[in-house]
């Protein structure tokens, strides 16, 4: 809302997951309490941001390398298991860390 005063872009989680959303109010003129007989002209509409560029700006650390230090260590398990780490239940975060690291 901050660059045209009508959309907003945010980022939610829900059920454990990370997502992105776009609020628009249409026609703020039309929510606003008004005095009885007073008219109001209907503003020319303001371009919207670009959501696809917003979308991805948002997107850029995820497509590259993670932050593997900022993951749980049940997150660092799963990816080492999905790249067939051996070894992986006996290793400490750290060592879970190192070993992903050295695969990618």
């Known amino acids: 809302m901050e660059e045209s005063g009508r959309a ?3 980022k939610y989680v829900m059920r454990n997951r990370q997502n992105l959303g776009c609020l628009r109010v249409r026609d703020p003129a039309a929510r606003r309490h008004r005095a009885p007989g007073e008219q ?9 941001p670009d959501l696809m560029a917003a979308l991805k700006a948002s997107l850029e650390g995820v497509k590259g390398e ?3 230090s ?3 260590k049940t997150e660092l398990y799963a990816r ?3 790249a067939d780490i051996p070894g992986r ?5 750290d060592e879970l860390v190192e070993a992903l690291s050295a695969s990618s």
């Open 80 to 82: 080492a298991k999905e």
């Open 66 to 68: 993670t932050d593997m």
């Open 89 to 93: 239940a006996d290793m400490s975060e």
């Open 70 to 72: 900022r993951l749980s």
């Open 40 to 48: 109001v002209e209907a503003e020319k509409p303001k371009a919207a």
């Open 8 to 10: 907003a872009i945010a």
